[in-house]
Nanobody
Framework: QVQLVESGGGLVQAGGSVRLSCAAS????????VGWFRQAPGKGREFVAT????????QYVDSVKGRFTISRDAGKIPVYLDMNGLKSENTAVYYC?????????????????WGQGTQVTVSS
């Protein structure tokens, strides 16, 4: 049974920074692509960032480019999401997910395993 666990969320002031971590148990995810998604209150879950299984390529939703960074040591877990310049609209539950492919994807339906999420609240 694969389990993903997110950590690092919390309350942060606007303009501040947070690092989220995604750890795994039950399966070696070293070659799996990993994605970060988020769900804001009253909204559907949306793509934030993804990284390939070997960490060589990344992709971001336009609204976080230049502020968020997804990273991993090549072929390793955990996967990190560094969030800088946080805004109130970044308040959401953030989920990490992995897929059985090293190729990254922005499509949440392509991911097989999901964590329970970690809350990030940005106060203005």
């Amino acid at each position: 049974q694969v389990q993903l666990v997110e950590s690092g969320g919390g309350l942060v002031q606007a303009g501040g920074s947070v690092r989220l971590s995604c750890a795994a148990s039950g399966r070696t995810l070293s070659e799996d692509a990993v994605g970060w998604f988020r769900q804001a209150p009253g909204k559907g879950r949306e793509f934030v960032a993804t990284i390939s299984g070997y960490g060589s390529t990344t992709q971001y939703v336009d609204s976080v480019k230049g502020r968020f960074t997804i990273s991993r040591d090549a072929g390793k877990i955990p996967v990190y999401l560094d969030m800088n310049g946080l805004k109130s609209e970044n308040t959401a539950v953030y989920y990490c997910a992995s897929r059985r492919s090293w190729v990254r994807s922005i499509h949440q339906e392509s991911y097989s395993y999901w964590g329970q999420g970690t809350q990030v609240t940005v106060s203005s």
